[in-house]
């Protein structure tokens, strides 16, 4: 007869094998639906085409997944651990505005080559997906013009059009224009958009004060 430290034991690890069922079947899920907003966009991702890429039924999908927030969260959440952004604390150290800028655009558009599929199906179908979604990407958008206008000094309008330049500089659509679409090399990239941020605002040299 099992002693009671062995049926524990064993109670113990068969929790412990379920739970780590239930967290493999989840990863599934999200990894599915990740692979699926890249290829085809939100809009055309459907619950059953995700249980299919899973290889689970509907049913298990809303049993780990009931709405489609907590979905789009899981998968966004994945998708940023495989894919992290540059970090924008990091740029903040960097005295010289110009430089800053350099260092952001090369981080930046070394990030885009693998986050370009997913990006551009995202910002294509953002208004077909949780509200969430949108207003993170605005706000990361804005802290990281935020970062980079720092030092420049520039008030009213000439503030206004190096925010829309620098924007413009971290778009991915604008590394695949200028990179994947008319080859040019980040580097070369890099030099174009310095340019156009520094023909954005006046002439007077930028200070290097944060």
């Known amino acids: 007869m099992a002693s009671r430290k ?3 034991t064993a109670r113990t690890y068969t929790m412990r094998a379920r739970q780590e069922s239930v967290d493999e079947t989840r990863l599934r ?3 599915a639906t990740m692979y699926l907003h890249e290829r085809v966009g939100p809009r055309a991702t459907t619950v059953s085409a995700i ?4 290889s689970v039924t509907r049913l298990t999908v809303y049993r780990h997944f009931p709405d489609e927030e907590s979905l789009v969260s899981a998968c966004s959440a994945h998708w940023r651990q495989l894919h992290p952004r540059p970090d ?9 505005p110009v430089q800053r800028l350099r260092t952001a655009l090369a981080e930046t558009y070394a990030w885009a080559g693998p986050a370009a599929p997913m990006m551009t199906m995202i910002h294509r179908d953002i208004n077909s997906m949780p509200d969430f979604v949108g207003q993170f990407l605005a706000a990361d958008e804005r802290a990281r013009v935020t970062v980079l206008s720092r030092g ?13 330049a620098l924007a413009h500089a ?6 695949e224009s200028l990179c994947r679409d008319a080859g040019l090399t980040d580097h ?3 030099d174009i958009m310095v340019g156009a941020v520094l023909a954005s605002i006046p002439a007077s040299p930028p200070s290097a004060a944060l």
């Open 170 to 175: 971290l778009l991915v659509s604008t590394w």
């Open 152 to 164: 420049f000094r520039t008030r009213g309008r000439a503030a206004y059009r190096l925010a829309a």
């Open 6 to 8: 062995q049926v524990s």
């Open 51 to 54: 249980a299919e890429e899973a």
């Open 88 to 96: 924008l604390e990091s740029w903040s150290k960097i005295a010289d």
């Open 29 to 31: 899920i999200t990894e």
């Open 188 to 190: 070369e990239a890099i």
